[in-house]
């Protein structure tokens, strides 16, 4: 079965720098790959999406990048804000039209002031 | 135009009890998923349903678990005699046929 993994579970970083998050998964590519943001005690929210034959998506301080060969995803926000602190989980899915997502378990970001 | 709706927010039961979710997708959108995160743990795929069908339930528990999402009116997630181990955040998401799925704020069930 499909394993998707995120760097760390946890992850500080300075005020200012870049934030870089990783997920790898395992087995074969998924049609495309999202990141959410989830903060305590609320529902993910979208954030990007590319799709497998797409190697970066950019979205104001936001970047994602996607590497079949390597089966990896790196999600940066650069220019990071305190307000940027939560939890970002990557998640894959394998059909178009069906939005069953398989999720990794997340990283929890904090951003030091 | 209201994001997806889900009720109640928090919801406790004594073991043995039924519990019932509800979630109103956004408007427009007519498949619906369910998920379930357990303490500590990444959100789990359960059930996608469309109007009136369940169209994959590969992630739902085969016994005292149910989803049904009718022509009119929310989707529901029905767990019959709750156990300890049902105590999670279920949340509901809402698409159209696209890939981008908007996600609820979720229900915490504790069962005690």
């Known amino acids: 079965s499909q394993k998707i993994e995120q760097n760390s579970e946890a992850l500080n970083i300075q005020e200012g720098k870049t934030a870089t998050l990783t997920c790898n998964y395992t087995?074969?590519?998924?049609?495309?790959l999202q990141w959410y943001r989830q903060d305590p005690g609320r529902g993910p929210v979208f954030l990007l999406l590319i799709r497998e034959n797409e190697k970066e998506k950019r979205k104001e301080r936001l970047k994602v990048t996607f590497d079949t060969t390597l089966k990896q995803s790196l999600f940066h926000i650069t220019a990071s804000q305190p307000a940027d602190s939560a939890t970002y989980l990557c998640a894959l899915s394998f059909n178009f039209g069906n939005e069953k997502l398989t999720f990794g378990t997340g990283t929890r970001l904090t951003i030091i002031p | 135009n209201a994001g997806v709706m889900q009720n109640p927010r928090h919801l406790v039961r004594r073991r043995g009890q039924e519990a019932r979710l509800r979630c109103s997708p956004m408007?427009?959108?007519?498949?619906v998923y369910w998920y379930r995160q357990l303490p500590e743990e990444g959100l789990k795929f359960m059930v996608y349903?469309?109007?009136?069908?369940?169209?994959?339930e590969s992630g739902m528990p085969k016994e005292r678990f149910s989803a049904e999402f009718p022509k009119e009116g929310p989707s529901i997630l029905r767990i019959q005699q709750v156990v300890r181990g049902d105590s999670a955040a279920y949340f509901c998401a809402s698409s159209t046929e696209g890939y981008q799925a908007f996600f609820g704020q979720g229900t915490r069930l504790t069962v005690v």
């Open positions: 349903l469309q109007k009136e069908n369940i169209i994959d």
């Open positions: 087995n074969y590519s998924p049609a495309y």
């Open positions: 408007k427009g959108h007519s498949h």
